[in-house]
C-alpha cells in the first residue's frame, strides 16, 4: 500500500513538472517547416549597431552579427523593435530570447545569460556639438551641468562611477532609449549626452570631450533559454576558429570613421599650431606611388592620400602640405633624420628596419603582391642574380630576405634594371603588383614573364623617433581614409607606366620611322599607325585593368563599377543575381597542387560563361568567389541555374575528376521592389547556405577546404 501510494505522489509530481515548464516557456523556439528554429530579437536602432532605412532594409555590426549565428545555430529570426530599456526588460521577462549590444554588469549577470564570447568593445564618451562653447573649453567646463545618458545603461553606470570619483557634480539625467535622449539634447534641456565611440561619426557634428569608461559587449540570452546559450557558444566557438579575424573586420567596416578617431587631442592640436606647414619627401622614379613631374611638382598617390587626409582631419585650412622628392631611400631617410622633412613615403612595414633606423612607422597605406620579373621559362636559376634600382629600400630588402643566396646588382634607374633582365645582365627583377603590369605592357619588355611571390609588402609613412604627435595625427588621416581609397588613387598612375614610348615605337615601327624621313606620304601613314597603337595600348591595359588573368571574366573593380552604376535603384528588367563559390579549392591546393586548384577555378569560370555569359555578366570577384549579374524577358531562372548545376557535375579536368560549386541566386521576381544590392545580400546568404550543407553532407570540416 505505502509503495502504491508512493508511486502515484511521483506521478502526480511528475505531472506538475511537465505543466509547469510547459507553461514557464512560452518562447520556446520551434521548427518552421523548413527546418530553421524561431528566435525573438530584440532590435533597438543604433547608428552603426543596428540600423534599419525606410524600406526596412537592415544594417550594422549587430544585424550581420547576428546572421552570421544563424548560420552555424539554424536560428530564423522574429525582431521586436523599441526602445533600449524597453527591450531590455523584455529580455530580463523571457518576453524575447536574445538581445544584441549588452553590456555585462553583476546586477544582469543574475537577470539574463551571457556567452563565452564577447561581440566586441566599446569605449563611452561624454559628447557635445562642435557649435556649443564646451567643444573648446575642455572637460572641467563641464562641472555643474546637466548630462544625458540611457537608463539603466552600461553609459549610466559608468557616467555616475565617473562623477563621483572625478568631483564634477554633474546633473545625470536619463531616458528610455536615444530617441528621447537626442531629442532632449537637441531642444538644449540636457548640455552633453553619453555614447559609445562607434555610435558618433563626423556627419552627427559632434565631438568627445572625456572618456568615461570602456567595457565588453556581448549577445545576451534570456535566463529562461538556456538552450539557446549553449547553442550560441558552439556558434561563437566556430566562428572564433574558421574566422578569428570576424569581430575585427566587422568594426573595420562600420566603426573605422569614428568622430573619436578623427578627433585629434590636445598635445595634437598643439604640435599642429606650431608645425603649420608639414613636409613630405618622396621617392622619385616609384609610380604610382610618387614620382616628380617636369614641372617639379610631385606626383602618384602620395600628393593624393595625404590631401585626402587632410580633409578627413579638417586641417586643409590650417595645414600646408610641401613636397620634397629623392632618388634614394636613404638620401630620403637621412633628411627625416635631420629635421628636413617631417614624413617620408614610401618606407617598408619593416620593424626591424625602423628600429635599426631610429623612425616610427604609421599603420600601412597601402599593401601590394610582389612579383618576380624574367626571361624565358622559369627555373629555380632565375634567382641568381636579380637586378635591384639603386637607392630603393622596400625591392632591396624584400630581395635579400627572400633570396639570401641571390647576387643583387644595382642600376640607377627601375628601366635600367629591367633591361638588364631583357638583356640577359641579370637573371630577374621583384616588381610590387601595381607596377608589373604597367611596365611589362612596354614593347621592349614584351618577352618578359612573372611570377606571383606568396609574401605581400605593405608601405607605410614614416617619422623621426620620438615624434609620436604627427605619428598619431597620420595614423587618425589613414584610419578615416574611404574604404579601398589608397588603391584607388594608384589607378590613374599605373596606366602611365604603360603609355607608349618613344624607344618602344622605334622598336616596333623602326622601318615606318626611317622611311618617314624622306618621304611625307609614309609620314603620314606612320603616324595614322602611332595613334591606332596608342589607342590599342590603352584599350588593353584597360581590358587588363577590368579582367581577371586567369579566367578572363570580368574582376571585382568591374563588378564594383556596375554595382554603382546601378547604384540603388530598383531595376526595370526581369534580373538574377548568382553567387557562386567553389567548394574544395583548398584542399586541390593543398594536394595536388596550385596548377590543379588553378584547373578547378578555369573549369569552373568555363562553365559559368558557357550557361550564363548569354543572358549578362559573368565576374570573378575573389580567389574561389564568382558573381553573375543576369538580365532578360520571361526567363526560367531556375533551369538556367539547373543547367549551370548539370555543367559543373558533368566537368572533368586532367588533375580533377570533378568539380562542385556552391550556388546562391535571387531574382527581383521575388520581390518587384528589391535594390540589386539587396539582391546581392540575399543571393550571398543563399550561397552560404549551400555551401554548408555541401560540408555537412560531405562530413569534413570547412575549414580544410
Keep these: 500500500m505505502m509503495r502504491t501510494k508512493s508511486i502515484q505522489w511521483k506521478s502526480f509530481w511528475l505531472a506538475i513538472l511537465i505543466v509547469t515548464v510547459f507553461f514557464l516557456t512560452p518562447s520556446m523556439i520551434y521548427a518552421n517547416s523548413n527546418g530553421r528554429m524561431k528566435v525573438k530579437v530584440g532590435y533597438v536602432q543604433s547608428a552603426n549597431m543596428m540600423e534599419r532605412d525606410d524600406r526596412g532594409v537592415k544594417s550594422g555590426l549587430g544585424y550581420e552579427y547576428l546572421q552570421k549565428i544563424s548560420y552555424y545555430t539554424n536560428w530564423e529570426y522574429e525582431y521586436v523593435y523599441g526602445e533600449w530599456n524597453d527591450i531590455l526588460q523584455k529580455l530580463i521577462a523571457g518576453e524575447i530570447d536574445v538581445m544584441a549590444g549588452v553590456s555585462k554588469t553583476e546586477e544582469r549577470e543574475g537577470q539574463m545569460l551571457f556567452p563565452d564570447y564577447p561581440m566586441g568593445a566599446e569605449n563611452y564618451y561624454i559628447y557635445v556639438y562642435d557649435s556649443s562653447p564646451l567643444s573648446t573649453k575642455g572637460i572641467q567646463e563641464i562641472k555643474g ?54 555610435a558618433i561619426t563626423p556627419e552627427d557634428e559632434m565631438v568627445p570631450l572625456a572618456r568615461i569608461g570602456s567595457s565588453d559587449y556581448y549577445l545576451a540570452v534570456s535566463a529562461q533559454r538556456g538552450d539557446l546559450l549553449a547553442q550560441l557558444n558552439v556558434a561563437q566557438s566556430k566562428i572564433t576558429s574558421t574566422d578569428p579575424n570576424f569581430v575585427k573586420k566587422l568594426s573595420e567596416k562600420y566603426f573605422s570613421n569614428s568622430v573619436v578617431s578623427a578627433q585629434m587631442q590636445k598635445d595634437e592640436r598643439m604640435w599642429i599650431e606650431k608645425h603649420p606647414v608639414i613636409t613630405i619627401g618622396y621617392m622619385i622614379d616609384y609610380l604610382p606611388f610618387s614620382d616628380v613631374k617636369r614641372s617639379g611638382e610631385v606626383t602618384g598617390m602620395v600628393a593624393d592620400v595625404m590631401n585626402e587626409m587632410m580633409q578627413q582631419l579638417h586641417l586643409t585650412s590650417s595645414v600646408t602640405l610641401k613636397y620634397r622628392g629623392f632618388y634614394k631611400a636613404g638620401d630620403m631617410l637621412k633628411a627625416l633624420k635631420a629635421d628636413e622633412i617631417d614624413v617620408a613615403f614610401p618606407v617598408n612595414d619593416n620593424v626591424a628596419f625602423a628600429d635599426e633606423n631610429q623612425i616610427f612607422l604609421s599603420s600601412p597605406v597601402i599593401t601590394t603582391a610582389m612579383n618576380l ?100 595625427i597620420l595614423n587618425r588621416g589613414i584610419t578615416n581614409l574611404p574604404a579601398n581609397y589608397s588603391m584607388l588613387a594608384t589607378y590613374p598612375y599605373t596606366g602611365r607606366l604603360g603609355s607608349m614610348s618613344v624607344e618602344d615605337f622605334i622598336i616596333e615601327h623602326w622601318a615606318e620611322v626611317f622611311i618617314s624621313i624622306a618621304i611625307t606620304v609614309m609620314v603620314l601613314t606612320i ?13 588593353m591595359l584597360e581590358t587588363m585593368a577590368h579582367k581577371d588573368s586567369l579566367t578572363g571574366l570580368l574582376n571585382r573593380r568591374s563588378f564594383d563599377e556596375q554595382m554603382d552604376r546601378m547604384e540603388e535603384s530598383v531595376p526595370d528588367n526581369e534580373m538574377l543575381f548568382v553567387g557562386m563559390d567553389l567548394n574544395g579549392l583548398k584542399k586541390a591546393n593543398d594536394t595536388l597542387g596550385h596548377a590543379a586548384g588553378d584547373e578547378l577555378i578555369q573549369g569552373a569560370a568555363s562553365c559559368m560563361k558557357s550557361v550564363l555569359g548569354q543572358y549578362g555578366q559573368v565576374y570573378r570577384t575573389g580567389g574561389d568567389e564568382f558573381v553573375a549579374i543576369l538580365q532578360g524577358k520571361h526567363l526560367n531562372w531556375d533551369k538556367i541555374i539547373g543547367e549551370l548545376q548539370k555543367t559543373f557535375q558533368t566537368w572533368k579536368g586532367e588533375r580533377n575528376k570533378s568539380l562542385s560549386v556552391a550556388v546562391g541566386y535571387c531574382s527581383n521576381d521575388e520581390n518587384p521592389t528589391i535594390t540589386p544590392r539587396e539582391m546581392m545580400m540575399i543571393a550571398d546568404q543563399r550561397l552560404y547556405q549551400d555551401k554548408a550543407e555541401y560540408y555537412r553532407q560531405a562530413g569534413c570540416d570547412r575549414r580544410k577546404r
Design 145 to 198: 551641468r546637466t548630462i544625458g545618458a540611457n537608463k539603466d545603461s552600461m553609459m549610466e553606470m559608468l557616467l555616475r562611477k565617473w562623477n563621483k570619483e572625478g568631483g564634477y557634480n554633474v546633473d545625470i539625467r536619463t531616458f528610455s532609449g536615444n530617441e528621447a535622449l537626442y531629442e532632449n539634447f537637441d531642444l538644449n534641456r540636457v548640455d552633453a549626452v553619453v555614447d559609445t565611440d562607434n
Design 373 to 472: 620579373v624574367f626571361k624565358g621559362k622559369y627555373s629555380s636559376k632565375k634567382t641568381r642574380c636579380i637586378a635591384v634600382r639603386k637607392g630603393n629600400e622596400i625591392q632591396t630588402s624584400y630581395t635579400i630576405k627572400h633570396y639570401p643566396n641571390a647576387k643583387i646588382k644595382y642600376y640607377e634607374t627601375f628601366e635600367e634594371a629591367l633591361d638588364a633582365v631583357r638583356t640577359g645582365d641579370a637573371d630577374s627583377i621583384i616588381i610590387n603588383d601595381l607596377r608589373k603590369d604597367g611596365y611589362l605592357s612596354h614593347a621592349r619588355y614584351k618577352q618578359l614573364k612573372s611570377v606571383r611571390l606568396l609574401d605581400y609588402s605593405s608601405r607605410c609613412l614614416a617619422v623621426n623617433a620620438g615624434n609620436n604627435k604627427l605619428l598619431s
Design 527 to 539: 603616324l595614322g599607325s602611332v595613334i591606332y597603337n596608342i589607342q590599342r595600348k590603352r584599350k
